[in-house]
């Protein structure tokens, strides 16, 4: 599965109004099928009906104008899948290594995991690692073959993609499960470095399920072998991890100690995207310890750092950051300002989660001014959103926010329904947080419908699950329980 290819130049095109992909003439020439040429006139029918096929989506296929991401660049999906369907893997490759004309300039593959397309791109590495684990199992000693490198490279790229795509879903176990499986292939070939990215990627899964121990084993044993392989790109990014974790357990002196060791080295290595990563750290714990000046200062710096670079999706986390420092100190107008910064961003590079984060922080900040319709529109697009991207986690927080936006306008049976719907997701996805959090909220509807006894039932489960977890809402729930108990005397 040979990858080069001549790329095509992007900025030739001189700002003109074209397809975000190359011209499909170029391509089918880079990809060398001429269905004139013998090889192609003297293929079996139904081989050449898929040639065929390739060159109608390159060439004919043109999208509207107001297409979606996905719809400007199905020509290029479809022949891909033309090809895989005579196993033309080599080409099928090319295609999605192909660079899209946009602002961040990706390969096809990675493309559609920006633009949130994440059930797309599972598909196709799905269908190529079919392929590829048939060309190792057809051949066990492929791995010390010649062409193994570039064999291994593709399995890599796919298996670390898999494990992304997801990841972004919510799918932590799958995720898991492929990331294990490029480390035991790394493990296997000798790849230290791959297995240090692979052991990393695992760790970034467990702090998604909360699994914060297994999260720290996992970058200590990354960081032992980046440090011993002498990767100092990936010393910072593991030490940048460790504080994002230990900040995630409260444990603020040790978070601080790995984000400043991050930044030093980002800085010393003159990589902005690790500088800018480990600022956005730092500035999340100053916010936490309510050092907001300092926290705006990390901001505003990381911002300067990714404005300077062209580096736009890290402009989106500064920007959705610079949002959350306002929001804390009850600035919601300057809050709601960085938040739109941020969606337009979003928007113009196809960022869909970065567009549903923008969306959730508006329609809180909307909550706390008390523009509640304002508030619900933007919660029922953060809603469309993560359903789009298939994402359970943030649908569970949308519907429970949406919940919250009713309640306030006392339309509690709706609200109910909201609030039932984002509990039966919690509890699919054994989000135990979220299952304390929707437990609440219903309790505080059936106090308002006068059914005390559902009320305090609700709260019990709320309380249990937030004291077995430990988080603030126990208290909360708490004061909700003495308060329904004195309303029954």
Same mark, same amino acid.
């Given at each position: 599965m040979n990858s080069y290819f001549v790329e095509f130049d992007l900025k030739s095109q001189n700002g003109l109004d074209v397809d975000?992909?190359?011209?499909?003439?170029?391509?089918?020439?880079?990809?060398?099928?001429?269905?004139?040429?013998?090889?192609?006139?003297?293929?079996?029918?139904?081989?050449?009906?898929?040639?065929?096929?390739?060159?109608?989506?390159?060439?004919?296929?043109?999208?509207?104008?107001?297409?979606?991401?996905?719809?400007?660049?199905?020509?290029?999906?479809?022949?891909?899948?033309?090809?895989?369907?005579?196993?033309?893997?080599?080409?099928?490759?090319?295609?999605?290594?192909? =660079?899209?004309?946009?602002?961040?300039?990706?390969?096809?593959?990675?493309?559609?995991?920006?633009?949130?397309?994440? =059930?797309?791109?599972?598909?196709?590495?799905?269908?190529l690692l079919q392929k590829l684990n048939e060309q190792i199992m057809n051949n066990p000693n492929l791995m010390w073959d010649s062409n193994w490198l570039e064999l291994g490279r593709s399995i890599n790229i796919i298996l670390m993609g898999l494990g992304n795509a997801y990841l972004c879903i919510g799918e932590d176990e799958k995720a898991i499960g492929y990331y294990q499986q490029r480390l035991t292939l790394a493990q296997n070939t000798k790849d230290r470095k791959g297995e240090g990215w692979a052991l990393a990627n695992i760790a970034l899964a467990y702090k998604d399920i909360r699994n914060y121990n297994e999260a720290i084993n996992c970058l200590h044993k990354s960081l032992a072998i980046v440090r011993e392989i002498e990767d100092r790109k990936g010393e910072a990014a593991c030490l940048r991890n460790l504080g994002l974790v230990y900040t995630k357990i409260g444990n603020y002196s040790d978070a601080l100690k790995y984000l400043q060791e991050s930044l030093a080295i980002s800085q010393a290595i003159s990589d902005s995207h690790g500088e800018g990563g480990s600022l956005i750290g730092l500035g999340n714990i100053c916010c936490f310890r309510d050092e907001y000046v300092t926290a705006t200062e990390h901001y505003q710096k990381c911002l300067e750092i990714a404005e300077n670079i062209g580096y736009r999706q890290l402009q989106c986390v500064a920007l959705g950051s610079l949002s959350n420092v306002c929001f804390s100190q009850k600035n919601y107008a300057h809050s709601i300002d960085y938040s739109q910064q941020q969606l337009t961003i979003a928007t113009a590079i196809g960022d869909r989660d970065r567009e549903r984060n923008a969306f959730a922080y508006l329609g809180i900040a909307y909550y706390f001014q008390g523009e509640y319709d304002q508030a619900i529109q933007s919660h029922q697009q953060h809603l469309v959103i993560a359903e789009e991207i298939g994402n359970l986690t943030e649908q569970a927080t949308a519907l429970c926010n949406l919940g919250c936006d009713l309640f306030q306008i006392e339309q509690y049976s709706e609200a109910e329904l909201?609030?039932?719907?984002?509990?039966?997701?919690?509890?699919?996805?054994?989000?135990?947080?979220?299952?304390?959090?929707?437990? =609440?909220?219903?309790?505080?509807?059936?106090?308002?419908?006068?059914?005390?006894?559902?009320?305090?039932e609700y709260c019990d489960r709320a309380l249990s699950i937030a004291t077995e977890l430990g988080i603030p809402l126990a208290k909360e729930c708490q004061e909700l329980k003495e308060q329904l108990l004195s309303e029954q005397i």
């Amino acid at each position: 599965m040979n990858s080069y290819f001549v790329e095509f130049d992007l900025k030739s095109q001189n700002g003109l109004d074209v397809d975000i992909m190359p011209p499909g003439e170029w391509m089918l020439a880079n990809l060398g099928i001429d269905l004139a040429a013998p090889e192609f006139r003297e293929m079996p029918p139904y081989k050449r009906a898929h040639y065929k096929a390739v060159k109608n989506w390159l060439t004919k296929y043109k999208p509207k104008r107001d297409a979606s991401n996905l719809e400007k660049v199905r020509g290029y999906l479809e022949a891909f899948h033309h090809f895989c369907e005579v196993e033309d893997w080599e080409r099928a490759w090319k295609i999605l290594l192909t =660079r899209v004309n946009t602002p961040t300039k990706e390969q096809l593959h990675n493309h559609l995991n920006t633009w949130g397309y994440y =059930r797309e791109q599972a598909d196709i590495y799905d269908r190529l690692l079919q392929k590829l684990n048939e060309q190792i199992m057809n051949n066990p000693n492929l791995m010390w073959d010649s062409n193994w490198l570039e064999l291994g490279r593709s399995i890599n790229i796919i298996l670390m993609g898999l494990g992304n795509a997801y990841l972004c879903i919510g799918e932590d176990e799958k995720a898991i499960g492929y990331y294990q499986q490029r480390l035991t292939l790394a493990q296997n070939t000798k790849d230290r470095k791959g297995e240090g990215w692979a052991l990393a990627n695992i760790a970034l899964a467990y702090k998604d399920i909360r699994n914060y121990n297994e999260a720290i084993n996992c970058l200590h044993k990354s960081l032992a072998i980046v440090r011993e392989i002498e990767d100092r790109k990936g010393e910072a990014a593991c030490l940048r991890n460790l504080g994002l974790v230990y900040t995630k357990i409260g444990n603020y002196s040790d978070a601080l100690k790995y984000l400043q060791e991050s930044l030093a080295i980002s800085q010393a290595i003159s990589d902005s995207h690790g500088e800018g990563g480990s600022l956005i750290g730092l500035g999340n714990i100053c916010c936490f310890r309510d050092e907001y000046v300092t926290a705006t200062e990390h901001y505003q710096k990381c911002l300067e750092i990714a404005e300077n670079i062209g580096y736009r999706q890290l402009q989106c986390v500064a920007l959705g950051s610079l949002s959350n420092v306002c929001f804390s100190q009850k600035n919601y107008a300057h809050s709601i300002d960085y938040s739109q910064q941020q969606l337009t961003i979003a928007t113009a590079i196809g960022d869909r989660d970065r567009e549903r984060n923008a969306f959730a922080y508006l329609g809180i900040a909307y909550y706390f001014q008390g523009e509640y319709d304002q508030a619900i529109q933007s919660h029922q697009q953060h809603l469309v959103i993560a359903e789009e991207i298939g994402n359970l986690t943030e649908q569970a927080t949308a519907l429970c926010n949406l919940g919250c936006d009713l309640f306030q306008i006392e339309q509690y049976s709706e609200a109910e329904l909201y609030f039932l719907r984002s509990l039966k997701i919690s509890q699919k996805i054994c989000d135990r947080s979220g299952e304390a959090y929707a437990f =609440r909220n219903l309790a505080a509807i059936y106090q308002k419908l006068g059914n005390s006894l559902l009320a305090l039932e609700y709260c019990d489960r709320a309380l249990s699950i937030a004291t077995e977890l430990g988080i603030p809402l126990a208290k909360e729930c708490q004061e909700l329980k003495e308060q329904l108990l004195s309303e029954q005397i």
